[in-house]
Protein backbone atom coordinates (compact mmCIF):
# COMPACT_ATOMS: atom_id res chain seq x y z
CA UNK A 1 0.00 0.00 0.00
CA UNK A 2 1.32 3.22 -1.20
CA UNK A 3 1.76 5.97 1.61
CA UNK A 4 0.52 9.63 0.39
CA UNK A 5 3.23 11.60 -0.75
CA UNK A 6 5.00 14.18 1.62
CA UNK A 7 3.86 17.84 1.85
CA UNK A 8 6.59 19.60 0.23
CA UNK A 9 7.84 22.57 2.50
CA UNK A 10 6.02 26.19 1.86
CA UNK A 11 8.22 28.49 -0.67
CA UNK A 12 8.75 31.91 0.91
CA UNK A 13 10.05 34.78 -1.36
CA UNK A 14 10.02 38.35 -1.25
CA UNK A 15 9.43 38.82 -4.56
CA UNK A 16 6.11 37.10 -4.50
CA UNK A 17 4.23 39.09 -1.86
CA UNK A 18 1.10 36.58 -1.35
CA UNK A 19 4.21 34.00 0.13
CA UNK A 20 5.12 36.47 2.73
CA UNK A 21 1.59 37.09 3.58
CA UNK A 22 1.01 33.60 4.13
CA UNK A 23 3.97 33.14 6.17
CA UNK A 24 2.99 35.86 8.47
CA UNK A 25 -0.09 34.42 8.97
CA UNK A 26 1.16 31.03 9.92
CA UNK A 27 3.60 32.25 12.85
CA UNK A 28 1.70 35.67 14.24
CA UNK A 29 0.09 34.08 17.04
CA UNK A 30 3.78 33.14 17.96
CA UNK A 31 5.79 36.33 16.65
CA UNK A 32 5.79 38.16 19.58
CA UNK A 33 7.53 35.14 21.56
CA UNK A 34 9.69 34.46 18.81
CA UNK A 35 11.10 37.73 18.21
CA UNK A 36 11.68 38.01 22.43
CA UNK A 37 13.65 34.82 22.45
CA UNK A 38 15.36 34.57 19.07
CA UNK A 39 16.68 38.46 19.92
CA UNK A 40 17.45 37.51 23.67
CA UNK A 41 14.56 40.26 24.40
CA UNK A 42 16.98 43.13 22.65
CA UNK A 43 14.27 43.72 20.24
CA UNK A 44 12.72 46.11 22.65
CA UNK A 45 15.94 47.93 23.53
CA UNK A 46 16.17 48.70 20.16
CA UNK A 47 12.60 49.69 19.55
CA UNK A 48 12.73 52.01 22.01
CA UNK A 49 15.42 53.33 20.59
CA UNK A 50 13.53 54.53 17.37
CA UNK A 51 10.49 55.86 19.63
CA UNK A 52 13.18 57.84 21.35
CA UNK A 53 15.29 58.96 18.37
CA UNK A 54 12.76 59.24 16.14
CA UNK A 55 9.17 59.25 16.71
CA UNK A 56 9.19 61.72 20.15
CA UNK A 57 11.25 64.21 18.82
CA UNK A 58 8.87 64.96 16.07
CA UNK A 59 6.60 65.40 18.25
CA UNK A 60 3.81 63.75 15.18
CA UNK A 61 0.16 65.26 15.39
CA UNK A 62 -0.12 62.16 13.03
CA UNK A 63 1.80 59.02 12.43
CA UNK A 64 2.33 56.21 10.85
CA UNK A 65 3.27 52.68 11.76
CA UNK A 66 4.37 50.72 8.55
CA UNK A 67 4.56 46.70 8.45
CA UNK A 68 3.09 46.93 12.06
CA UNK A 69 2.96 43.55 12.45
CA UNK A 70 1.64 43.34 15.87
CA UNK A 71 1.92 47.03 17.09
CA UNK A 72 5.01 46.83 19.20
CA UNK A 73 6.84 50.12 17.70
CA UNK A 74 2.73 52.48 17.69
CA UNK A 75 2.02 51.03 21.61
CA UNK A 76 5.59 51.25 22.61
CA UNK A 77 4.86 55.22 21.46
CA UNK A 78 1.74 55.81 22.56
CA UNK A 79 2.58 53.79 25.68
CA UNK A 80 5.91 55.94 26.12
CA UNK A 81 4.31 59.62 26.19
CA UNK A 82 2.59 58.54 30.12
CA UNK A 83 6.26 59.50 30.99
CA UNK A 84 6.24 62.32 28.80
CA UNK A 85 3.23 64.67 29.91
CA UNK A 86 4.57 67.56 28.46
CA UNK A 87 5.15 65.78 24.65
CA UNK A 88 1.26 66.18 22.61
CA UNK A 89 -0.55 63.16 22.01
CA UNK A 90 -1.16 62.67 18.12
CA UNK A 91 -4.43 63.04 16.64
CA UNK A 92 -4.47 60.21 14.57
CA UNK A 93 -2.26 56.83 14.01
CA UNK A 94 -2.33 54.65 11.41
CA UNK A 95 -1.40 50.85 11.62
CA UNK A 96 -0.97 49.88 8.32
CA UNK A 97 0.50 45.80 7.23
CA UNK A 98 -0.67 43.02 4.49
CA UNK A 99 -1.18 40.81 6.70
CA UNK A 100 -4.79 40.77 8.66
CA UNK A 101 -3.62 38.08 11.42
CA UNK A 102 -1.09 40.67 12.52
CA UNK A 103 -3.24 42.92 12.58
CA UNK A 104 -5.87 41.02 14.61
CA UNK A 105 -3.50 40.78 17.53
CA UNK A 106 -2.05 44.62 17.42
CA UNK A 107 -5.75 45.29 18.11
CA UNK A 108 -5.80 42.88 20.43
CA UNK A 109 -2.67 44.60 22.21
CA UNK A 110 -4.15 47.71 21.97
CA UNK A 111 -7.36 47.03 23.66
CA UNK A 112 -5.63 45.69 26.75
CA UNK A 113 -3.54 48.97 27.04
CA UNK A 114 -3.56 51.72 28.90
CA UNK A 115 -3.30 54.58 25.89
CA UNK A 116 -3.73 58.19 25.73
CA UNK A 117 -6.88 59.16 23.77
CA UNK A 118 -6.02 58.32 20.24
CA UNK A 119 -7.96 58.11 17.12
CA UNK A 120 -5.96 54.62 15.94
CA UNK A 121 -6.72 53.67 12.80
CA UNK A 122 -5.89 49.51 11.88
CA UNK A 123 -5.20 49.60 7.62
CA UNK A 124 -4.85 46.23 5.76
CA UNK A 125 -2.42 47.63 2.95
CA UNK A 126 0.30 47.76 0.72
CA UNK A 127 3.72 48.98 1.59
CA UNK A 128 4.18 50.17 -2.05
CA UNK A 129 0.91 51.40 -2.88
CA UNK A 130 -0.45 53.48 0.51
CA UNK A 131 -3.60 53.82 1.35
CA UNK A 132 -2.91 57.71 2.34
CA UNK A 133 -3.22 61.03 1.20
CA UNK A 134 -0.39 62.87 -0.16
CA UNK A 135 1.29 65.08 2.38
CA UNK A 136 -0.79 63.56 4.81
CA UNK A 137 1.63 62.39 7.86
CA UNK A 138 4.37 64.06 10.07
CA UNK A 139 6.25 60.69 11.04
CA UNK A 140 6.58 57.46 9.54
CA UNK A 141 8.43 54.05 10.65
CA UNK A 142 8.92 50.75 9.12
CA UNK A 143 10.56 48.60 11.99
CA UNK A 144 11.94 44.66 10.78
CA UNK A 145 9.71 44.77 7.15
CA UNK A 146 11.53 46.75 5.25
CA UNK A 147 13.71 43.74 4.06
CA UNK A 148 10.37 41.90 3.13
CA UNK A 149 9.03 44.59 0.90
CA UNK A 150 10.02 43.44 -2.78
CA UNK A 151 10.32 46.92 -4.06
CA UNK A 152 12.47 49.23 -0.90
CA UNK A 153 12.72 52.20 -3.16
CA UNK A 154 8.78 52.06 -4.71
CA UNK A 155 8.66 52.03 -0.69
CA UNK A 156 10.33 55.02 0.48
CA UNK A 157 9.02 56.61 -2.52
CA UNK A 158 5.68 56.42 -1.14
CA UNK A 159 6.83 57.20 2.35
CA UNK A 160 8.10 60.57 0.86
CA UNK A 161 4.42 60.91 -0.97
CA UNK A 162 2.72 60.92 2.26
CA UNK A 163 4.63 63.19 4.64
CA UNK A 164 4.51 66.54 5.14
CA UNK A 165 7.20 68.84 4.55
CA UNK A 166 9.73 68.50 7.28
CA UNK A 167 8.25 64.97 8.16
CA UNK A 168 10.48 62.11 9.23
CA UNK A 169 11.13 58.87 8.54
CA UNK A 170 12.78 56.25 10.87
CA UNK A 171 13.49 52.67 9.89
CA UNK A 172 14.60 49.62 11.88
CA UNK A 173 16.25 46.83 10.40
CA UNK A 174 18.07 43.57 11.65
CA UNK A 175 21.29 43.73 9.80
CA UNK A 176 24.94 41.77 9.92
CA UNK A 177 27.61 43.40 12.10
CA UNK A 178 31.01 44.65 10.35
CA UNK A 179 33.05 43.57 13.25
CA UNK A 180 34.96 40.29 11.60
CA UNK A 181 34.36 38.09 14.84
CA UNK A 182 30.85 39.22 15.80
CA UNK A 183 29.85 38.78 12.19
CA UNK A 184 31.34 35.51 12.57
CA UNK A 185 28.96 34.27 15.52
CA UNK A 186 26.32 35.97 14.07
CA UNK A 187 25.97 34.08 10.86
CA UNK A 188 26.64 30.46 12.97
CA UNK A 189 23.63 31.98 14.86
CA UNK A 190 21.37 32.77 11.93
CA UNK A 191 22.35 29.80 10.05
CA UNK A 192 22.30 27.05 13.23
CA UNK A 193 20.10 28.22 15.79
CA UNK A 194 16.92 30.52 14.03
CA UNK A 195 15.51 28.24 12.20
CA UNK A 196 16.16 25.80 14.80
CA UNK A 197 13.93 27.36 17.15
CA UNK A 198 11.50 28.97 15.03
CA UNK A 199 10.52 25.45 14.87
CA UNK A 200 9.93 24.93 18.39
CA UNK A 201 8.65 28.49 19.19
CA UNK A 202 7.03 29.60 16.39
CA UNK A 203 6.46 25.87 15.31
CA UNK A 204 7.14 27.28 11.53
CA UNK A 205 10.71 26.10 10.55
CA UNK A 206 10.82 27.02 7.48
CA UNK A 207 9.40 30.60 8.06
CA UNK A 208 12.47 31.88 10.31
CA UNK A 209 14.78 29.61 7.74
CA UNK A 210 13.44 32.21 5.27
CA UNK A 211 14.05 35.31 7.78
CA UNK A 212 17.47 34.69 8.35
CA UNK A 213 18.34 34.07 4.88
CA UNK A 214 16.36 37.70 4.39
CA UNK A 215 18.93 39.22 6.89
CA UNK A 216 22.06 37.85 5.75
CA UNK A 217 20.99 38.64 2.25
CA UNK A 218 19.39 42.06 2.78
CA UNK A 219 21.46 45.18 1.22
CA UNK A 220 23.61 46.87 3.47
CA UNK A 221 22.43 49.58 5.54
CA UNK A 222 24.77 52.29 3.42
CA UNK A 223 22.95 51.14 0.75
CA UNK A 224 19.73 51.97 1.97
CA UNK A 225 20.69 55.33 2.87
CA UNK A 226 22.18 56.11 -0.41
CA UNK A 227 18.84 55.41 -1.68
CA UNK A 228 17.06 57.46 1.04
CA UNK A 229 19.28 60.60 0.42
CA UNK A 230 18.90 59.75 -3.87
CA UNK A 231 15.03 59.81 -3.13
CA UNK A 232 15.51 63.57 -1.61
CA UNK A 233 15.40 62.58 2.20
CA UNK A 234 17.75 65.12 3.98
CA UNK A 235 19.83 64.66 7.28
CA UNK A 236 19.82 61.05 6.74
CA UNK A 237 21.58 59.36 9.29
CA UNK A 238 22.87 55.47 10.74
CA UNK A 239 22.93 54.58 13.84
CA UNK A 240 23.88 50.62 14.78
CA UNK A 241 22.73 49.18 17.63
CA UNK A 242 24.24 45.96 19.48
CA UNK A 243 26.94 45.94 17.51
CA UNK A 244 25.21 46.47 14.17
CA UNK A 245 22.85 43.30 15.00
CA UNK A 246 20.08 45.83 14.43
CA UNK A 247 20.42 48.95 12.34
CA UNK A 248 18.63 52.32 12.92
CA UNK A 249 17.76 55.25 9.76
CA UNK A 250 16.61 58.37 10.19
CA UNK A 251 15.81 61.41 8.11
CA UNK A 252 13.48 64.00 6.73
CA UNK A 253 11.49 65.22 4.07
CA UNK A 254 12.90 68.44 2.91
Sequence with gaps: MNSA????????????PQSIRHMF???A???????AVLSMSLFRQWN???????????????????CCGTGDIALTYLKGLRKHPKLPVPQTVYMVDFCEEMLEIAKAKALRARLPKVDLEFITGDAMALPLDDNSVDCV????GIRNVADPRRCFEEILRVLRPGGRIGILELTRPKNPFLRLGHNLYLRTFVPLLGRYVATDGEAYEYL?????????????????????FSDVRLRQLSGGIATLLSGHKA
Design 141 to 144: SVAY
Design 5 to 16: PATPPPQYEKQD
Design 212 to 232: QKSIRNFVAPELLSQMLQDLG
Design 25 to 27: SRI
Design 48 to 66: RSLVRNVILPQEPKSYLDL
Design 29 to 35: SRYDVGN
